[in-house]
């Protein structure tokens, strides 16, 4: 499965519903080794065909694991949430577009605790519809 996580819906013992994100176990250790061996391969590349050295093969290789590296980080996840609502908050959005408040002392890297939020997919026209009558 290409998901590092799974998601399921709860109730806090004070009552409010939440979704606890949960990452795979072992995820970082597959994800390191899949990533390392594209890294490689990318080098012994540059090295068989000196033309792809010019394209930086590696180095696209080196960022993409590095950013997907990051994604193993449910706490810096909650952090660019957090930022995101403060984001909306000062543009004034808030009220038209949301963002799911993180539960910090239910958060650790492996886990992420967010409000759970009931809505429609942006991309359901349909949905959107019937929520209101100026979808744009």
Not at 47 to 56: A, H, K, N
Not at 112 to 117: A, K, P, V
Request: hydrophobic share 45%.
């Amino acid at each position: 499965s290409a998901s590092i996580a799974q998601v399921h819906a709860a109730k806090l013992i004070t009552g409010e519903d939440v979704v606890i994100k949960v990452q795979k176990p072992q995820i970082d250790v597959l994800l390191k080794a899949d990533l390392n061996f594209i890294y490689v391969a990318s080098r012994v590349v540059e090295f068989l065909q000196p033309d792809f050295e010019r394209t930086s093969l590696s180095a696209v290789a080196g960022d993409v694991r590095s950013s997907m590296l990051e994604e193993l980080d449910f706490e810096k996840e909650a952090s660019n949430i957090e930022e995101f609502r403060e984001f909306l908050r000062i543009q004034g959005f808030i009220d038209a577009v949301t963002a799911p408040r993180v539960y910090r002392e239910l958060t650790t890297r492996k886990v992420l605790t967010m409000e759970r939020l009931r809505g429609v997919s942006m991309a359901d026209a349909e949905s959107i519809r019937g929520i209101t009558d100026d979808p744009e």
